[in-house]
């Protein structure tokens, strides 16, 4: 039998640890003096000693460690356990290349003074109920005769708006050739009613997307689509849906522009 501080020596294992260990339940001695309270061990447990320390350096953690039961655990369990532990570890090293990458293209847009990567997130858009207008419109400022339209024609139905009330536009289509930009404007509703010969009302399912939120005016709004475009492809997702944006602070609430809050949204999938 070893004293703790003998057994600590051949373990490699400090004796602060070791009580831990028996705290937890994870190696216990297999004797103590119930006099003076030493803890002795057997050289029996030197072996589970070790593979804790390898099981340890490998990243496992002491409760993973402890759920083992290493003294009765079989060795087909083991390959199993470890077979398992590698398919974490390697999605674990993909989501760190996805963050080291994503560091790399943030600190070259901030060498060319592009800041635009501090604001990107992705994010879960949840399912709402909307009333609808859509149109094609020559020009972007032509939007807001829809949304004077989606207005007046809740107005008249009395439609009462959600409390996380949405304005949004997805731009559907933009046709250079015919001069035209099919867009549709969102509002959430509390509920659905029958649609009218001008909009229209329906469920919408929640989306995963990419988004930036800014404050300024409509201006910037070209150059945050290409850079979210860019970012899509840099981190390896696809556009699976038409670009929205969301609306926090419009001219509807705000005359100065530099006080518009705007949030750009691409609908994502993983690239396969």
């Not at 199993?80 to 999605?91: D, F, G, R, S």
Request: proline share 3%; with cysteine.
């Amino acid at each position: 039998m070893f004293k703790i501080g003998e057994f600590s020596i051949l373990s490699s294992i400090s004796i602060h640890m070791l009580r831990n260990y028996d705290k937890i339940g994870l190696l216990e001695p297999k004797y103590i003096d119930e006099s003076t309270g030493y803890r002795y061990y057997s050289k029996e447990q030197l072996p589970i000693a070790n593979q804790i320390v390898a099981l340890k350096v490998m990243g496992f953690g002491l409760k993973e460690i402890s759920n083992m039961q290493l003294e009765n655990m079989q060795l087909d369990k083991l390959k199993e356990v470890l077979q398992n532990k590698i398919i974490i570890k390697e999605q674990e090293i993909k989501q760190i290349k996805r963050q080291l990458s994503q560091m790399e293209n943030a600190l070259n847009d901030l060498e060319k003074e592009e800041n635009f990567a501090f604001s990107i997130v992705t994010k879960r858009i949840p399912p709402r109920k909307v009333a609808s207008f859509r149109m094609k419109i020559e020009e972007f400022p032509d939007e807001g005769t829809l949304w004077q339209t989606l207005g007046d024609e809740c107005a008249k139905l009395n439609v009462e708006f959600a409390d996380n009330d949405y304005a949004i536009a997805i731009q559907h289509e933009i046709n250079f050739d015919d001069n035209y930009i099919d867009v549709e404007v969102q509002r959430t509703v509390e509920k659905v009613m029958e649609d009218t010969d001008k909009i229209r009302f329906f469920d919408v399912s929640s989306c995963d997307v990419v988004s930036l939120a800014f404050q300024g005016g409509y201006y910037r709004l070209k150059d945050i689509n290409l850079y979210l475009a860019k970012w899509i492809i840099q981190n390896e997702f696809e556009i699976c849906g038409p670009v929205f944006n969301i609306y926090y602070v419009s001219p509807e609430h705000e005359k100065n522009e530099d006080k518009f809050i705007t949030e750009v949204c691409f609908p994502i999938k993983k690239r396969k």
